[in-house]
């Protein structure tokens, strides 16, 4: 018990954001509710004219974005049109200042990080969030709430063996010691850890050596199809985005400007000129 209160004054110390319990609980929220996309689908996310700023500076410009469950989008723009902005919206983090956010039927504009967590929304940025100091088990264990240091335990390694088997190999290593590629696996084991409905995706091939990015895109591709995660993937990458992502939205000046199935992204050389050229 006094090693996991220790595991959690860490965490604040270094004051990372950690949304939500990681406690291992089905996130909360009427999986049930919402509306039909066509053929049928159920609507798990629904952005509409949503904005932001920075300050007084705004930044997202009226986003509509929707989002079928167990689908992928990936978004993807020049440099500073807003993608990163548009995920900390909305995860929270960012203050939204116009439009409206549902979640499973659920309007969710106005909820904290923490809640919108809560209820199923994980969120892995560009900089990485494992604890340099803490093992790989510790890692995984921060935030699960129980007073138990062993069901803790229990909960991670469930995880590991279910989901991440090559990181059972590397339970007793230090975050420091871990490569980019496999920081970036423990992200992802912690975060399933709390059985999200919508992971969001910042850069995830950021600070993975190249000869990985290949295993972290068969991981992500496993997970949306075996547990029905919905997707939302930021990525330079379009290679990477392609491979995982059902369509892709192209985001210009804080605005999506359309939407294509994910096959065209390579090969749309209009689109490449007029929306993703540097
Ligand atoms: N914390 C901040 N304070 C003020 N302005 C910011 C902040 N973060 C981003 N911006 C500005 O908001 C705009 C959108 O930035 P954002 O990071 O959302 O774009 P992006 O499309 O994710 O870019 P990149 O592809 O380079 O990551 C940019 O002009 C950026 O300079």
Do not use: C
Request: hydrophobic share 40%; proline share 3%.
């Amino acid at each position: 018990m006094r090693r996991k209160s220790g595991v959690r004054r860490h965490a604040a110390r270094r004051g990372l954001s950690l949304l939500g319990g990681f406690d291992g609980r089905p996130a909360r929220g009427p999986a049930g509710a919402g509306h039909l996309l066509g053929e049928g689908r159920l609507v798990s996310l629904d952005v509409t004219g949503l904005r932001a700023a920075h300050d007084i500076t705004p930044v997202l410009h009226g986003v509509d974005l929707h989002l079928a469950g167990g689908e992928a989008i990936g978004l993807v723009g020049r440099n500073g049109v807003g993608k990163t902005s548009f995920a900390n919206t909305l995860t929270g983090l960012l203050r939204t200042t116009g439009g409206r956010i549902d979640f499973l039927g659920e309007d969710i504009t106005g909820l904290s990080a923490t809640k919108r967590g809560r209820r199923g929304i994980a969120y892995i940025g560009q900089d990485s969030a494992v604890f340099p100091t803490l093992t790989v088990l510790e890692n995984l264990m921060v935030g699960i709430s129980t007073w138990r240091r062993s069901e803790a335990e229990q909960k991670a390694l469930a995880v590991v063996d279910e989901l991440f088997p090559a990181l059972r190999q590397r339970l007793t290593h230090a975050g420091f010691e871990l490569s980019g590629g496999q920081r970036r696996l423990v992200e992802l084991a912690r975060v399933m850890l709390r059985r999200p409905k919508l992971l969001v995706l910042d850069e995830p091939t950021e600070g993975v050596q190249p000869s990985f990015v290949q295993d972290l895109l068969d991981r992500l591709i496993q997970l949306k199809h075996d547990s029905g995660l919905s997707v939302i993937v930021i990525e330079h990458r379009l290679d990477f985005v392609a491979a995982l992502a059902d369509t892709v939205s192209v985001m210009v000046k804080g605005q999506i400007v359309t939407t294509v199935p994910a096959d065209q992204l390579l090969t749309d050389d209009e689109l490449h000129r007029r929306y993703l050229a540097v």
